[in-house]
């Protein structure tokens, strides 16, 4: 479990650089250069995300469960990632209606997606890992509000109608396999 928080530490830490400390990370980008910082940014999370992906893999099978969710909490969370994953989609595209109205979409599929997987998922481990995703989303979201930082203006709706079609095919893939040979857990049958 220490090297999953550990990597949650790094991951979460240099994503939440500019909530706790905006001056401080302003100075670093003013002092080394702005492809210096996203480097050095880039560096750590990547460590972080390894450390996560490795510390759940090894924490998760020894991992106490701590609550039993029923049957039904894993269909609920199949249709929250079909959200989470047109969201998501729509966080990568020019703004649309979605991306206008959910103002930060990658936080919010970001929300989405550790909000469902808690409903499915009773352990320790998973508790840990979607757990603090959804702590870090929600402060990060207020962070955003008080710094004014309302999102972008409605645009046309064929971004929309993008993001439901890119998000829901790539939902599909990763129910049908993606998530199986990734994570070794199956979604469908």
Known sequence: MLVL????????????VRIVAPAWRDR??????EATWKGIYAVVALVGLV?????????????PVLYEPPVWMKHVNLLLMWVAFVVLTASQMPAGR???ATRHPM?????IWAFG?????????ALVLFGAFLAWAVVDRISMKRRGDFGPPPGPVVWDVAAVLVGSAAWWLFAWRL??????VPVMG
């Open 5 to 16: 928080i550990l990597g949650l530490v790094l991951f979460l830490g240099i994503h939440s």
């Open 28 to 33: 670093q980008v003013a002092r080394m250069g």
């Open 51 to 63: 450390l996560i992906v490795w510390g759940y893999d090894r924490a998760w099978p020894a991992a």
């Open 98 to 100: 979605i991306r206008s």
């Open 107 to 111: 936080l919010l599929a970001v929300k």
């Open 117 to 125: 997987h808690l409903l499915a998922n009773g352990d320790l481990a």
């Open 179 to 184: 998530h199986l040979w990734l994570f070794g």
